[in-house]
T-cell receptor, first 117, second 116 residues
Framework: KQEVTQIPAALSVPEGENLVLNCSFT??????LQWFRQDPGKGLTSLLL?????REQTSGRLNASLDKSSGRSTLYIAASQPGDSATYLC????????????????FGTGTRLKVLA | GAVVSQHPSWVICKSGTSVKIECRSL??????MFWYRQFPKQSLMLMAT?????????EQGVEKDKFLINHASLTLSTLTVTSAHPEDSSFYIC????????????FGPGTRLTVT
């Protein structure tokens, strides 16, 4: 059974600092991995999606890497800003489909980030 | 990107009543929609998957008679919490995927349900 864990659970950093969020998964047979941002009381915003054949994806100040063999992904945020404060979730899409022919995303526990001005 | 909306965004109801939550894909046809539940400071847990025109597939431990899901059209799925109890209070989020972008799910803004 796939399990997704994120470390740390919470992180507080001063503005301008570079930081790394970690995501680990127990089963390397994944289709892709996606990083999301969730603001308090809000839905999810997709940040980056990495296919299983890819090693990394970049968007602006964000860089996500994927090491499928070791079951790890990292989200690197450069020059953090107070507006980056949110909960960051990673999710893996399983390789196999369900009996109904669809697939499942398994979500991590999230990292609550606070960037101090 | 694709837009998914949910209505209502926030609802309070009395114990024993039923509540319906709508999930709509605004600019695409969603062949599959997913319903998730999120408790405070916890991650999203998949409740069920619904394909347009067919019965929903529920995850283990989710009561299908309590959480009724109807995916009547390619743009609308509804989740009805029947005979709600305080322990059903949670944040419910839907997501949708469509054929032209099979790799991604697009998430709605969520609905906060409080049962008193």
């Amino acid at each position: 059974k796939q399990e997704v864990t994120q470390i740390p659970a919470a992180l507080s950093v001063p503005e301008g600092e570079n930081l790394v969020l970690n995501c680990s998964f127990t089963d390397s047979a994944i289709y892709n991995l996606q990083w999301f941002r969730q603001d308090p009381g809000k839905g999810l915003t997709s940040l980056l999606l990495i296919q299983s054949s890819q090693r990394e994806q970049t968007s602006g100040r964000l860089n996500a890497s994927l090491d499928k063999s070791s079951g790890r992904s990292t989200l690197y945020i450069a020059a953090s800003q107070p507006g980056d404060s949110a909960t960051y979730l990673c999710a893996v899409r399983e390789l196999t489909t369900t009996t109904s022919g669809t697939y499942k995303y398994i979500f991590g526990t999230g990292t609550r980030l606070k960037v101090l001005a | 990107g694709a837009v998914v909306s949910q209505h209502p965004s926030w609802v309070i109801c009395k114990s024993g009543t039923s509540v319906k939550i709508e999930c709509r894909s605004l600019d695409f046809q969603a062949t599959t929609m997913f319903w998730y539940r999120q408790f405070p400071k916890q991650s999203l847990m998949l409740m069920a998957t619904s394909n347009e025109g067919s019965k929903a597939t529920y995850e283990q431990g989710v009561e299908k008679d309590k959480f009724l899901i109807n995916h009547a059209s390619l743009t609308l799925s509804t989740l009805t919490v029947t005979s709600a109890h305080p322990e059903d209070s949670s944040f419910y989020i839907c997501s949708a995927r469509f054929e032209r972008s099979p790799y991604e799910q697009y998430f709605g803004p969520g609905t906060r349900l409080t049962v008193t």
